[in-house]
């Protein structure tokens, strides 16, 4: 089958052919009603300036929402001899509507045309992370408020350090995750701009409307140089996965942690038997099996900044094919975060602690500094305090006076601030612009 880019019915030896396209077939589908949205602003566009007839926009318009109804269906599939998503959906509208099809590729290249689809695609999942870090972020502080009376150990070096309670640990990490989010609209801002209009890297001759394409598709601005355009190619992945990483690293560590609480040396959580895995010959374990993924995925998310990073290493400027390996790098990400995510979210829902933690003997130790506090609010300066509380737990004759904690600043035991956290990242979310991109969207289709 004669390829988009094809001047003449030469065929292009078939090894060559396999090793240019790889496994791009298999990504382009995540794009493919994407591609289609992109196709009806780019329709729409060119009959207001001119370069379509109303008859043909309208001819062109419903033959592409007929092909987003088969996406939607899962009936839409490259056909064999196809190369890629915007040449199955070209194809399609020449067989069906005729020579009017082939004007849908007026004013573009397939390099805008994918650079648009990729923008479009980040979109959607960054507002598809965005919301499952959302629901995320209310179990941890729901948790947070549940067991905020419940102490357990803290450590630094993994040294028995100060108490600490399993409502500021929740807390802790709901408060990352507003970070993250952060970053994540950073690289949301980065990603929603229009790159349509920059062809081949260098505009077009053609007298287009970029803003009016910017418009019907949602966008914030545009990309307006169109060299910088194409340059965003790598970028916007690079800047969407380091956003990722973040979240994968919150996940990450939270793991560890639940797992080192589920250890039996610690038993300071439970899980119900059904969340936990066993052995086939210890019949006392319960493994922690999900965080251990969890933890294990997570890490493998955190390189992936480093490995766009080096793949668009030393390109110049202009589009490379090197590009293109990049979906098969990124699209995974997306869909195993957010099963990261959800599984995280069952089992921390199922999480009880153990009560009465500290009583143990072996804790003393955490209310040293309490102890020392104590006496510099009874009058003595803290470093006399420091020596007297060392000496006595050098000598073996430290004692608690009383296991009571009196923080009260903000942030701390006695005062989470959960109220401030979750204002934060009510904030956060807000400056998601998600709304303008759903109603521009449904015009499309509906149009």
Not at 114 to 119: E, F, G, I, N, P
Not at 140 to 167: C, D, I, V, W
Not at 354 to 378: A, H, I, T
Request: charged fraction near 20%; include cysteine; charge should be negative.
């Amino acid at each position: 089958m004669k390829k988009l880019w094809q001047k003449s019915e030469s065929s292009l030896t078939s090894a060559i052919e396999a090793f240019t396209v790889g496994q791009d077939k298999i990504w382009d589908l995540y794009l493919a009603p994407f591609d289609v949205l992109g196709s009806i602003a780019h329709v729409k566009m060119l009959s207001n300036v001119g370069l379509l007839s109303k008859e043909e926009e309208a001819t062109l318009v419903s033959g592409l929402q007929t092909i987003a109804t088969e996406i939607d269906a899962g009936s839409f599939a490259l056909e064999e001899g196809v190369e890629d998503v915007h040449s199955q959906v070209e194809m399609l509208l020449t067989r069906r509507l005729g020579d009017v099809g082939k004007k849908i590729h007026m004013a573009r290249s397939r390099n805008d045309q994918v650079l648009l689809d990729l923008k479009l695609y980040l979109r959607s999942e960054i507002e598809k992370t965005t919301s499952a870090v959302s629901d995320f972020f209310d179990l941890l502080t729901q948790q947070s408020e549940r067991f905020k009376n419940h102490l357990m150990p803290g450590y630094t070096h993994l040294q028995l350090a100060m108490p600490s309670s399993f409502g500021l640990w929740f807390g802790a990490y709901a408060e990352s995750l507003v970070d993250d989010l952060v970053t994540l609209q950073a690289a949301f801002e980065v990603v929603n701009k229009n790159p349509l209009g920059s062809a081949a890297g260098f505009g077009s001759s053609f007298p287009i409307d970029r803003t009016l394409t910017t418009k019907l598709l949602g966008f914030s601005d545009l990309s307006y140089n169109v060299v910088y355009a194409q340059m965003g190619r790598g970028k916007s992945e690079r800047i969407v996965s380091m956003a990722i990483a973040n979240i994968a690293e919150t996940l990450s560590r939270m793991s560890m942690d639940v797992c080192l609480c589920l250890h039996q040396n610690f038993v300071f959580i439970k899980f119900p038997d059904e969340l936990t895995t066993g052995s086939s010959i210890m019949p006392h374990k319960k493994n922690p099996d999900v965080f251990e993924l969890i933890r294990s995925r997570c890490n493998r998310m955190k390189a992936l900044p480093n490995e766009i990073l080096m793949m668009t290493t030393n390109l110049p400027s202009g589009y490379h094919r090197d590009l293109q390996i990049l979906k098969e790098h990124l699209f995974p990400v997306f869909n195993e975060l957010q099963s990261c995510i959800q599984m995280a979210t069952l089992m921390l829902s199922q999480m009880s602690v153990k009560e009465g933690l500290l009583e143990d003997p072996k804790y003393l130790y955490l209310f040293s500094v309490e102890e020392v506090n104590r006496l510099v609010l009874k009058g003595e300066t803290f470093r006399d305090a420091y020596r007297k509380v060392g000496e006595a737990i050098e000598s073996g004759h430290f004692s608690v006076s009383s296991h009571e904690l009196k923080h009260t600043h903000e942030g701390s035991i006695g005062n989470l601030s959960l109220n401030s956290v979750k204002n934060r990242m009510q904030k956060v979310m807000l400056s998601f612009e998600f709304g303008p991109i759903q109603t521009a969207y449904r015009q499309l289709r509906n149009s």
